[in-house]
């Protein structure tokens, strides 16, 4: 989720994945060979030739990963401008905690149907059917095919399901907040929320086309289109609906999500079939030997059996349930507590978690190197991607927690103190996000992890062991402390289970996986540990030094900025002294050329 110069990345008579145009959003040093897409169905490739085919450079990479931040952040502010609007106009209260319980369902279906679940499972498959379409083999078009074959399916199953969940509502809601006092108002918002696990798989299964194709602008935008979906649809029929605009608003933007993509994949699907790549793909040469050596091997894989389809479909949709349950988990013993501690946990979660949100770009970005990797047998070069890749993220996100713990209370009031949203409620929310920043190391290595494990997309079940193990934990630990300490022993309970996870993924690594060092992950992932200590206490120290929260914030980022980065050169974690050498050379070339014209 490369460099794209056009807002649409859609070029006139391209048809991505198939010819080589220059439209740039046909990544195609981010998309593997046809081997992998072979693999990842389920087939066995031919050993792979001796020539080593070229992988993305560095500079390639950074420029993917700045460009799907980019977009995950546009989504990510939207949301948050929801959640503020969200928090101005029914605060922290009954209303808000009804409406939270309705968003369950979105929040399921959008891990389920549009992110983990539909990607590990449908981008595979259209891979496969672009390598048939490809090579030109006889008979009907081999996409045509595959949407024949699985979308009218997979519109009666999610029409069935949303059916069922509407009319199921009241039992839904019993089972998901048995505590709230009166459940009549989370019913009929979760009847409007239940309509989206249709318009969810849609969008999810143009997404996961889209993507396969090579296209990511539109699915990138999807969250954009939501976001402001909701925002306008409760600003305009509050005064009507109640928080009831916020569960419509839902439903409509699911509705636009999958309308958004659709013009999208209805070019690329109803593209010419039996293009071949042409010499443009490598620049206007003939493609590398290697490379048309991988594409012999992919045609003589195997035709994969549904059998394994089967188990990996099984093994995605399991695990990404159980990782969502932990919201379930939250809810359920939250919903117990005084009127607004459903609220309290979701605004703190959604705040402190955009740090793993963007860190975890790094990871989307380079799985397909790794799975490319994998694929061609390199494990090595795949658990070095796979080291460099922890890492990195880790620093990352660890930045991001220390500026949470540092300036919660600050970040809270800018946010949302405002309208229905009252100094308490900042109070109450600021101590349950240091909480749960505890967790986000925890729950960046497992989202990091998981595309280890599915990245040779065989069928494997240890994931999901290793999240039920943590989901288990997450319960006992929340029924212990929701009495003594409330909606802050919840987030606790979360923070621990997802780090226990978290352990036993990173243990798990190995020969049937990507073979990973964890011994040298782990002590490379205990300075920039020691660094988030440092540089949290000094952003704690800018932070309360200002009264004004905006003033606030910006000092305590300044500081902690300041000591992190100086700590992590000092211990030169995730190798910043490398990716900072061009930058401080930059700055001593100007400064003694300044020197020496000041002469």
Avoid at 497 to 525: E, S
């Amino acid at each position: 989720m490369s460099s794209r110069p056009t807002a649409t990345g859609d070029a006139a008579g391209h048809t991505p994945g198939v010819d080589g145009g220059p439209a740039v959003e046909d990544l195609r040093a981010e998309h593997p060979t046809d081997v992998h897409a072979a693999i990842l169905a389920g087939g066995s490739p031919t050993p792979a030739p001796t020539p080593r085919p070229s992988t993305p450079s560095n500079r390639f990479l950074a420029r993917a990963t700045l460009l799907s931040a980019a977009l995950s952040m546009a989504g990510a502010l939207l949301g948050l401008g929801r959640d503020q609007v969200l928090a101005h106009l029914f605060g922290a209260g009954a209303d808000t905690d009804a409406f939270l319980v309705a968003w369950t369902v979105p929040e399921m279906a959008s891990t389920l149907l549009i992110e983990d679940g539909m990607a590990f499972v449908l981008v595979p498959a259209f891979s496969v059917a672009l390598a048939r379409r490809a090579r030109g083999i006889g008979g009907p078009d081999p996409v045509h095919a595959l949407v024949a074959a699985t979308l009218p399916r997979l519109c009666l199953v999610l029409a069935g399901t949303a059916a069922v969940l509407v009319a199921g509502a009241p039992l839904l809601v019993s089972v998901l907040a048995p505590g709230l006092p009166d459940p009549s108002l989370a019913v009929s918002c979760t009847r409007l929320t239940a309509t989206c696990v249709l318009s969810f798989g849609l969008a999810g299964y143009c997404g996961a086309a889209l993507r396969a194709h090579g296209s990511y602008v539109a699915p990138g935008a999807i969250y954009i289109a939501y976001n402001a979906t909701i925002i306008a649809t409760m600003l305009v029929l509050t005064g009507h609906w109640g928080v009831r605009s916020a569960a419509l608003g839902v439903a409509l933007g699911g509705c636009f999500m999958a309308a958004l993509q659709a013009p999208f994949l209805w070019r690329r699907i109803a593209g010419r079939p039996g293009r071949s790549r042409g010499p443009e793909v490598y620049g206007g040469a003939a493609a590398p030997a290697d490379v048309r050596l991988h594409a012999d091997a992919a045609r003589q894989a195997p035709v994969p059996t549904q059998t394994l389809a089967l188990g990996l479909v099984c093994a995605v949709l399991l695990f990404a349930l159980c990782r969502q349950s932990q919201v379930l988990i939250e809810r359920y013993f939250a919903s117990g507590l005084p009127a607004g501690a459903i609220s309290h946990l979701n605004y703190a979660q959604k705040v402190a978690q955009l740090p793993m949100s963007l860190a975890l770009m790094v990871c989307v970005v380079t799985f397909p190197v790794v799975a490319r990797a994998i694929a061609e047998g390199d494990t090595r070069r795949a658990g070095d991607r796979v080291e460099r890749d922890l890492v990195l993220t880790a620093c990352l996100v660890l930045f991001g927690a220390a500026v949470v713990v540092a300036c919660a209370p600050q970040i809270v009031q800018l946010l949302f103190q405002r309208g229905a949203f009252t100094a308490q409620d900042t109070a109450t929310t600021a101590a349950v996000m240091r909480v749960y920043a505890a967790g986000l190391l925890g729950h960046t290595l497992v989202g990091a992890l998981v595309m280890s494990y599915f990245s040779a997309g065989r069928t494997t079940w240890y994931p999901l062991g290793a999240m039920v193990t943590g989901a288990l934990a997450t319960v006992a630990l929340s029924a212990w402390a929701v009495q003594p300490w409330g909606a802050r022993g919840i987030a606790g309970a979360n923070a621990a289970g997802i780090t226990v996870t978290a352990l036993l993924l990173l243990h798990g690594l190995g020969p049937r996986t990507v073979p990973v060092r964890v011994r040298r992950v782990v002590a490379a992932l205990a300075r920039p540990v020691c660094a988030t200590v440092c540089a949290t206490g000094a952003g704690l120290a800018g932070a309360g030094l200002f009264a004004s929260p905006a003033v606030s914030v910006a000092a305590g980022c300044v500081c902690v900025a300041a000591v992190f980065l100086l700590l992590a050169w000092i211990f030169d974690a995730a190798g910043v002294r490398s990716l900072l050498a061009p930058v401080t050379h930059s700055v001593h070339r100007s400064v003694t050329r300044k020197l020496r014209h000041g002469r």
